[in-house]
């Protein structure tokens, strides 16, 4: 799945105006321009799209976790050069405290069902056995079961 569109999933998950994109950013490190977050969130096919770097989406996903949870004594995590999809879901995981259970939970909102054993797959280290790659089906699922869930908080 591309950076953008993880971005668009995650801004409209939490309701995050621009201002909030680039507070969180620069939370994790990264010194951005509200033009530039626009022109992140703009589809693929506009004019002044430019494609957002893994870097400044690991940096905008330290940045959540921060945001939410709070931060962590000494430096900044050194962003990403590469994200997968293993990392992108790992780093909502945190931020958003979630358990094993809360993230099947956020899945069948998707309506995608999958067990626990199967989702820790997706956290193990690349070496270990019985590692496995988050597709992109299973990331797109995961953040529109994450929208509903936190759109749904946020009008209760």
């Not at 945190?94 to 259970?101: G, N, Q, V």
Request: aromatic share 8%; hydrophobic share 35%.
């Amino acid at each position: 799945m591309n950076t953008n569109d993880v971005l668009r999933h995650v801004r409209y998950a939490f309701d995050y105006r621009d201002s909030k994109m680039i507070e969180i950013f620069a939370l994790g490190g990264h010194e951005t321009t509200r033009a530039e977050v626009s022109d992140w969130l703009k589809r693929d096919d506009a004019e002044d799209f430019k494609v957002c770097i893994d870097s400044a989406l690991a940096s905008f996903l330290n940045g959540l976790i921060i945001e939410r949870r709070g931060r962590r004594d000494g430096p900044l995590p050194e962003p990403e050069s590469r994200l997968t999809n293993n990392a992108v879901l790992t780093k909502l995981k945190i931020a958003m405290s979630f358990t094993a259970e809360d993230m099947t939970e956020v899945l069948r909102l998707a309506d995608y069902e999958i067990s626990k054993h199967e989702l820790s797959a997706f956290f193990r280290r690349p070496d270990n056995r019985h590692y496995r790659e988050c597709k992109d089906q299973i990331l797109r699922r995961f953040l529109r079961g994450l929208e509903a869930k936190c759109r749904t908080e946020s009008k209760q």
